[in-house]
């Protein structure tokens, strides 16, 4: 079983900043890749970002292009959610999510996430 934690959330106005955290297992989180999804009351939950195991590579949501930047410390077993110019839409429950095995794609569906996380709150107030 993989352990996550996330931690940042809060509460902000429009136009703000945030930055996300995301704690993993230390002697495997460099083997997974992790993604960043979002669910806001009343709807489905969303694909945010995901970023490749060496940090490379990323993948966004249209919606968060250009204001979220998703990176990874793995000798710190984090992996890190900078929103920038944050919109009430995006207020949500935020979720890192970790994929093991050996893909190398940066999937954006829910099912090829193994392990997920708590969980954590972020509000934009307008």
């Known amino acids: 079983q993989v352990q996550l934690g996330e931690s940042g959330g809060g509460l902000v106005q429009a136009g703000d900043s945030l930055k996300l955290s995301c704690a993993g297992p230390g002697s495997t989180f460099g083997t997974y890749i992790m993604g960043w999804f979002r669910q806001a009351p009343g709807k489905e939950r969303e694909f945010v970002a995901a970023?490749?195991?060496?940090?490379?590579?990323?993948n966004y949501a249209d919606s968060v292009k250009g204001r979220f930047t998703i990176a990874r410390d793995n000798a710190k077993n984090t992996v890190f959610l900078q929103m920038n110019s944050l919109k009430p839409e995006d207020t949500a429950f935020y979720y890192c999510?970790?994929?093991?095995?050996?893909?190398?794609?940066?999937?954006?569906?829910?099912?090829?996430?193994?392990?997920w996380g708590q969980g954590t709150q972020v509000t934009v107030s307008s």
């Open positions: 999510a970790a994929r093991v095995g050996i893909g190398l794609g940066l999937p954006a569906e829910e099912f090829e996430y193994d392990y």
């Open positions: 970023i490749s195991r060496s940090g490379g590579s990323t």
